[in-house]
């Protein structure tokens, strides 16, 4: 429990900075959308880099639960600092605005891959048996899709409807102090498991290439990335308030167990191929520009994205237990902030080069179909996921010898 409450925490730090920030930056701070995309950009980039070079540069440090809990303890504080600071961007004199708003971002960005890193790492450090790792990530996701939640129930109407700086940064250090405290509690009583290593799974998830799976999240997370951003500017500009971002945080959060509990019963094929079909109606809500219509695309965004969040992390974690977990954790997270970032700068000239206000209400606008096509993107991702994976089964199955009858063995 205090491990799920700790990622909660830390989830909500990253999900305020990937469906707020942007919104934040050009509504509440005036500026510009290409300006926003090289900052936001650049700072993702930034922290990919480090989230590569911390995990090879601890490959032999961090080899325990023990090290990781206490470097994630460690940066917590330093991380809350750099985000408390950020979201108090509107205290700050409007001529020191854009330049204090860069350096805390920056700084945030910087800083939050010592506490992600090592917590993400204790799935594959920890010592778990059989389905406990995938047990475990798909608690994981529950505990983000809560954050997801609170950030966009939360945070989300804090902004959108111009509550007040005081109150936004009231809560800014409300979140900050949990992420805190959680991460200490976290070092405190420490993660425990029984027996060897998580690698006794034995379907072809394990056997897939790790740069296919670098792949998919690559593909993932940049679509994942233009619809996230975009939807606090659907739901002030489009007519359906907050909506859209409650019912993905919903989707993602319901969806976890479910998953989870099906993945032996229909293989992970099967789900890639449920969840490409629910990314594909979340595509046609979200044309429909009704609420019914945002209640389906919301739903089928989170849990279509839920289920290859699932398969992706788990199939990387199961490399990450052979050795050198921090990384693996760190490419895969690198990578996907990469992902994030080249998604940032293209939503970003999108923006600039249309009345995004008054054309997000048309759901055949440019914005709007730029959402409608990172769905797409990620259900298509899926579908190929899924055909790899059959691949590798096929592949192991025609590779395993068949028994052999010994002559003085066969029937008379």
């Not at 108090?88 to 992600?116: C, E, H, K, N, Q």
């Amino acid at each position: 429990m205090p491990y799920l409450l700790a990622h909660f925490a830390k989830s909500q730090l990253w999900h305020a900075s990937t469906l707020l920030f942007a919104f934040f930056l050009t509504e509440a701070c005036g500026l510009g959308a290409r300006s926003m995309g090289s900052i936001m950009a650049g700072s993702l980039a930034l922290n990919g880099a480090i989230d590569a070079a911390l995990g090879l540069r601890w490959r032999t440090r961090v080899v325990s639960t023990v090290e990781a809990l206490r470097l994630q303890a460690w940066g917590a504080p330093v991380t809350c600092l750099f985000f408390l600071l950020f979201c108090a961007t509107p205290l700050i004199a409007p001529g020191f605005r854009l330049a204090w708003a860069l350096a805390m971002l920056v700084a945030f960005r910087a800083s939050y891959p010592s506490i992600d890193v090592p917590q993400n790492a204790v799935v594959a450090l920890a010592a778990l048996t059989d389905d406990a790792p995938c047990a475990l990530l798909a608690r994981r996701n529950i505990a983000s899709g809560l954050a997801a939640l609170a950030v966009g129930g939360l945070a989300a109407p804090l902004l959108i409807e111009g509550r007040g700086a005081s109150v936004w940064i009231v809560w800014a250090g409300c979140l900050s102090i949990l992420a805190c405290g959680t991460a200490w509690l976290l070092r405190r009583t420490g993660m425990t498991g029984a027996g060897a290593s998580a690698a006794s799974e034995a379907h072809s998830m394990q056997r897939l290439p790790f740069v296919a799976i670098l792949a998919a999240l690559t593909v993932m997370m940049t679509g994942t990335a233009i619809f996230r951003t975009l939807e606090p500017y659907h739901a002030a500009f489009a007519g359906n308030g907050v909506g859209l971002l409650l019912w993905a945080a919903v989707g993602g959060l319901v969806s976890q167990m479910l998953w989870f509990a099906g993945r032996h019963r229909i293989g992970v094929t099967s789900i890639l191929m449920i969840a490409a079909s629910l990314l594909g109606l979340a595509a046609a809500g979200l044309l429909q520009a009704t609420s019914p219509g945002a209640v389906t695309a919301g739903m089928g965004f989170g849990m279509g994205t839920g289920g290859l969040w699932l398969v992706l992390w788990s199939a990387m974690m199961n490399h990450a237990a052979t050795g050198r977990a921090t990384v693996y954790v760190g490419v895969f997270t690198g990578v996907s902030k990469c992902a994030q970032a080249a998604a940032l700068l293209l939503l970003s000239q999108v923006l600039a080069a249309s009345p995004y206000r008054d054309t997000l209400a048309d759901p055949w606008s440019v914005p709007s179909l730029l959402m409608v096509g990172a769905i797409g993107a990620i259900g298509a991702t899926a579908l190929a996921l899924a055909y790899a994976f059959n691949r590798t089964a096929c592949d192991e199955r025609r590779a395993t010898p068949h028994p052999t009858v010994r002559p003085d063995r066969v029937p008379s």
